[in-house]
T-cell receptor, first 114, second 114 residues
Framework: AQSVTQPDIHITVSEGASLELRCNYS??????LFWYVQSPGQGLQLLLK??????LVQGIKGFEAEFKRSQSSFNLRKPSVHWSDAAEYFC????????????FGTGTRLKVLA | DSGVTQTPKHLITATGQRVTLRCSPR?????VYWYQQSLDQGLQFLIQ???????AKGNILERFSAQQFPDLHSELNLSSLELGDSALYFC?????????????FGPGTRLTVL
């Protein structure tokens, strides 16, 4: 079955530190992969997406993600975190077959220490 | 502001009742998606409509139904409400109908069932 796993429920980093949020997926083919961010009281906003081609994808707000087929991973990274990055981050898969077309991970809540 | 509007922002009702949530997509977007976000279930994809037709179905209960009207706005109907239906319901829209399309999320409707 298709699934998305975000193993870290909470992550705390200091402002200026680097960040990596993990995402693993289970899907038979190469999926469409997304990272969304949800600020408190807000809807989700797309940070970046991967469909094909270069496995290192650049997104908004200084985020990037790397698709690693061998590890079924699509980890999100940022070299230097800002206090405004505190939010919840969701990894998602867009599946082109099967009953469920859009599968979201359980999210990782990021806390940034000043 | 994503350009997706949802009404109402908050809704409080009793068990057994029926409610209707409304979503207006971004101008030009043909697809509308509905999601449920709760503490225990996380973010669950419910259903997608594209240009008035159902395109994909996720974890939508039989007590729930949706439709997309000719002007492309959508309504999600929740009936025989239970305490467990209390959640944040998001609508999203996209230009196209496939998983490759970026979804733009509305601010959500918070439903409380007492």
């Amino acid at each position: 079955a298709q699934s998305v796993t975000q193993p870290d429920i909470h992550i705390t980093v200091s402002e200026g530190a680097s960040l990596e949020l993990r995402c693993n997926y289970s899907y038979g083919a190469t999926p469409y992969l997304f990272w969304y961010v949800q600020s408190p009281g807000q809807g989700l906003q797309l940070l970046l997406k991967y469909f094909s081609g270069d496995t290192l994808v650049q997104g908004i707000k200084g985020f990037e993600a790397e698709f690693k087929r061998s590890q079924s991973s699509f980890n999100l990274r940022k070299p230097s975190v800002h206090w405004s990055d505190a939010a919840e981050y969701f990894c998602a898969v867009g599946a082109t077959s099967g009953t469920y077309k859009y599968i979201f991970g359980t999210g990782t809540r990021l806390k940034v220490l000043a | 502001d994503s350009g997706v509007t949802q009404t109402p922002k908050h809704l409080i009702t009793a068990t057994g009742q029926r409610v209707t949530l409304r979503c207006s997509p971004r101008s030009g977007d043909l697809s509308v998606y509905w999601y449920q976000q709760s503490l225990d279930q996380g973010l669950q994809f419910l259903i997608q409509y594209y240009n008035g037709e159902e395109r994909a179905k996720g974890n939508i209960l039989e007590r729930f139904s949706a439709q997309q009207f000719p002007d492309l706005h959508s309504e999600l109907n929740l009936s025989s409400l239970e305490l467990g239906d209390s959640a944040l319901y998001f609508c999203a829209s996209s230009e196209g109908g496939g998983p490759v399309n970026e979804q733009f999320f509305g601010p959500g409707t918070r439903l409380t069932v007492l």
